[in-house]
C-alpha cells in the first residue's frame, strides 16, 4: 500500500481523555516443540499485517490516491521511505487517515484506543462497515462516505458526519430498506431505530461489534443535533 506518515498539524477537535483498552484479538497457532502437537492461543495484540490488508481492501475500493497517515510524531521519527522509525514514541496514539477518492477527499480521525495501531484497525473496520450501507441499495452514489468532510492533508483535518449519513447507518443496522428519509423527518422514529439497532450492534451481543456500536452511538448524536433534543 502507498502511504506516508507525516506529524499531525492540527487534531480536529478535543483529544479523548479516558483512552480505552482495545478489543481487537489475534488468533496465532503455534507448535511445541517437544511433541510436535499444534495448539491455538488468542493474544492481546492487534493483527497488524491484517489490519493492512484490510485498510487497503477499502482504499482500493474507493479509489484512493496520496493516503497520509498523520501522527503525533515529529519529522525526526519518519525514514526516508515515508514510514516511522522503531523507536518512534508517538506523542498521543490518535492518528488521521487522509486521502484523496472517487467521492473527493476524506479525513478519519481516531484516538479511541490506547494503541496507535488499534486507531488505525478502528478506522480501517469503520471504512468496511461503511461500505456495507450499499448493500441494500440506500446509498448510490458514495453518501454515506462523502458525509465525512475534509480539509487537505497538509493543512489541519476536520471530520463531520452530516444527518444523512447518520440516518444511512441507522438504517443499514436496522436492515430498513429505503427509511433514510423517514429519520431526517421524524425525530421519533429515530429514536425507535436507534434502540432497535443497538441491539444488534452491542459488543455484548452475539454478533455485535465495538466499532459498529460506536458509530451507531455517533449517527444518533447527529441526528440528536439534527431535529434539536430527542426526548
Known amino acids: 500500500m502507498d502511504w506516508r506518515v507525516v506529524p499531525i498539524e492540527r487534531w ?3 483529544l479523548s481523555e479516558e483512552r480505552q483498552n482495545h478489543r481487537f484479538r489475534k488468533t496465532v497457532r503455534r507448535t511445541r516443540s517437544y511433541d510436535n502437537s499444534n495448539y491455538t492461543a488468542t493474544v492481546s495484540e492487534v493483527d497488524w499485517m491484517g489490519t493492512l490488508r484490510l485498510l487497503e481492501r477499502e482504499l ?6 496520496n493516503v497520509v497517515l498523520q501522527m503525533a510524531v515529529t519529522q525526526r521519527d519518519i525514514r526516508q521511505d515515508g514510514w516511522i522509525r522503531a523507536n518512534a514514541r508517538p506523542e498521543h496514539p490518535g492518528v488521521i487517515l487522509s486521502f484523496e477518492s472517487r467521492f473527493g477527499p476524506l479525513s478519519y480521525p481516531c484516538d479511541t484506543y490506547t494503541e496507535w495501531q488499534a486507531n ?4 480501517a473496520v469503520s471504512l468496511e462497515w461503511l461500505r456495507g450501507v450499499d448493500r441494500h441499495g440506500v446509498s448510490k452514489r458514495g453518501e454515506q462516505y462523502r458525509g465525512w468532510g475534509a480539509l487537505p492533508p497538509a493543512g489541519g483535518t476536520t471530520a463531520t458526519m452530516t444527518a444523512r449519513t447518520a440516518a444511512e ?5 436496522e436492515e430498513l430498506g429505503g427509511e433514510a428519509e423517514l429519520l431526517l423527518r421524524d425525530p421519533a422514529a429515530v429514536k425507535l431505530t436507534y ?7 452491542h459488543p455484548d451481543k452475539h454478533g455485535g461489534d465495538t466499532q459498529r456500536f460506536q458509530l451507531l ?3 444518533r448524536a447527529v441526528l440528536e443535533r439534527h431535529h434539536g433534543a430527542l426526548r
Open 12 to 14: 480536529p477537535t478535543q
Open 60 to 65: 482500493e475500493h474507493l479509489d484512493a490516491e
Open 120 to 123: 488505525v484497525r478502528a478506522i
Open 169 to 173: 447507518i441507522l438504517v443499514d443496522v
Open 195 to 201: 434502540r432497535e439497532a443497538a441491539k444488534k450492534a
Open 217 to 219: 452511538q455517533q449517527a
